[in-house]
């Protein structure tokens, strides 16, 4: 009840629409993408509109005939009524392509090009590391690490032997 | 052209029969792999370090070392 009224306030206000044309602007040009469209998707089986808009004359008599009981249509009728509402079948849309192959691909080349540049950078564009990284420095952090017993159980200190001064076998 | 009706009910409910049990088992199968496999050796690691350990002998064998800031080596 309540639609029909609401349908008939919009009924109305396309006839003031029209109305305006005498202002002298015209009426606004419809764009297509206003208008609904026809899309394939498995979450939405039951798109706006009919894949096919405008019928031709056998399309238009087939669906006169589906008017009528359509036990008395035939396979291919049926068929036909189907393709003249969707373009592609549910089986149709939702079979997969082979496209995971370039993009896996893609990915690996792109990845691989980073990797040239990474090691441009660090040969033209980095300066020297920090003195921390010398091997004399190495030594002496280690030996300072060790001293300090550090995780003696589990951990770095538990693999030195401090009786024999090695690491443990 | 004639197919049987699809299932259209009860499908969340015939995945969780499934698949809940198999979750459930396969989270206890992985707390009882982590408690023998890590925690239980790691109490026995330190249970067994602290069995022989001597404070005095590593504090002083540190001392030595120079590595502490309120005590300094005995020679100095």
Known sequence: MLATRALRLVGKRAISTSVCVRGGHGVAKVEDYTL???????????????????????QASLKEKEKGSWAALSDEEKIALYRISFKQSFAEMTQGSSEWKSVVGGMFFLIGFTGLVVLWQ?????????????????????????????????GFASKWDYENKQWKK | MSLAKPVMRGLLGKRLRFHLPIAFALSFVAAIGFKYGVTEPRKQAYADFYKQYDAV?????M??????ESVRPSGE
């Open chain 1, 36 to 58: 609904p469209a026809y899309f394939d998707r498995r979450e939405n089986p039951l798109p706006d509109i009919s894949y096919v808009q405008n019928l031709s004359p056998e």
């Open chain 1, 122 to 154: 660090r040969k033209y564009v980095y300066g020297p590391v920090p003195h921390t990284f010398e091997a004399e420095y190495k030594e002496k952090e280690l030996q300072r690490v060790l001293d300090m017993r550090m995780n003696p159980v589990e």
């Open chain 2, 57 to 61: 002998k590593e504090f002083t064998a």
């Open chain 2, 63 to 68: 001392k030595e070392a120079g590595v502490f």
